[in-house]
């Protein structure tokens, strides 16, 4: 019942800067968080930051200081700024969101994801 689209991905070199956005549409009532995930071939999927609805924020280790999410609620849409960006950071980017239910339980939901690549 939440849908979420990214968008702001592609080709940045070494010390550059992209802006992802992850508009949330549906029935997005009751979202506990929304965070980033990101995923390099080869290796396991993993959090690059994280923001509740109280407005608290996590960042992985390799990215604080460099990236800043963020959220406008009347959009219902999340950003991730990324600054000095590193070929390390190269790959597909995914937004998350999660909802309380009724039951007790969380859904959790998935757009398909932007690809940042950082290269020379």
């Known amino acids: 019942q939440v849908q979420l689209v990214e968008s702001g991905g592609g080709l940045v070199q070494p010390g550059g800067s992209l802006r992802l956005s992850c508009a949330a549409s549906g029935f997005i009532s009751n979202i506990n968080a929304m965070a980033w995930y990101r995923q390099a071939p080869g290796k396991e999927r993993e959090l690059v930051a994280a923001?509740?609805?109280?407005?608290?924020?996590n960042y992985a280790d390799s990215v604080k200081g460099r990236f800043t999410i963020s959220r406008d609620n009347a959009k219902n849409t999340v950003y991730l700024q990324m600054n000095s960006l590193k070929p390390e950071d190269t790959a597909v980017y995914r937004c998350n969101a999660v909802q309380s239910r009724v039951s007790g339980l969380n859904a959790s939901y998935w757009g398909r994801g932007t690809q940042v690549t950082v290269s020379s």
């Open positions: 923001i509740t609805s109280g407005g608290t924020t």
